[in-house]
Each structure stands twice: as C-alpha cells, then as structure tokens.
C-alpha cells in the first residue's frame, strides 16, 4: 500500500499563493496518474487537477485554469500544486490522489492539507 503525504496548506489571503506538496511513500512505484482533488463541507470531492506520471499531460478543472499549475518530480515522487491568484472559494481540503492504470479508479488518496483564503 503506497502512503501519501500532503503538505504546504495553510491560511492566506485573496490573491495570494500557496504551493501544495504530495509525497508518496514508495520510491519505486510509477502510477499513472497523481491528482488533486479538493473538497468542502456538505459537499461532493471535487477534481482540481492531474498530471500523467510519464508523460507530463496535464488537466486542470475549468475553476482554477490558469490559476493553479500541477508539476512533478519523479525521482522523488512527488506531485505539486502551485495556487496562484487564489479566491475564497478556493477554500477546501485538498487530497492528492493517486490512479495506477488507465481505465481504473483513483485508488490511494492522502490525509488532506487545508487551504483557506481569507476575503
């Protein structure tokens, strides 16, 4: 079982910034996908974000487009978010997520790191 660690939430004003950090436990596993998906309160989990491990190709959910930038280092395993020019709705719990083959689900999810923008 891969552990995933998320780390970098915190409280910040609108229009500020954060970086999101995702670290798995397992050097030597190589998912498909690893994604962000960020939920609030009486409400559905909701994606944000996924990266290909391979290749790089990136989608992003049409709320944060051309705010928030998904990266990552595969000889640390590690999945980031950059949040940029962030909203009071943009205040959830983010969750990294992990699928290891096309067609499957997300299997491994972390614990969540808390992001709150302030108005």
């Known amino acids: 079982q891969v552990q995933l660690v998320e780390s970098g939430g915190g409280l910040v004003q609108a229009g500020g910034s954060l970086r999101l950090s995702c670290a798995a436990s397992?050097?030597?596993?190589?998912?498909?996908?690893m994604a962000w998906f960020r939920q609030t309160p009486g409400k559905e989990r909701e994606f944000v974000a996924r990266?290909?491990?391979?290749?790089?190709?990136?989608i992003y959910a049409d709320s944060v487009k051309g705010r928030f930038t998904i990266s990552k280092d595969n000889a640390k395993k590690l999945v980031l978010l950059q949040m940029n020019s962030l909203k009071p709705e943009d205040t959830a719990i983010y969750y990294c997520?992990?699928?290891?083959?096309?067609?499957?689900?997300?299997?491994?999810w972390g614990q969540g790191t808390q992001v709150t923008v302030s108005s």
């Open positions: 997520t992990v699928k290891n083959s096309p067609g499957t689900g997300y299997v491994y």
């Open positions: 397992d050097l030597t596993f190589s998912p498909y996908v």
């Open positions: 990266i290909t491990w391979s290749g790089g190709v990136t």
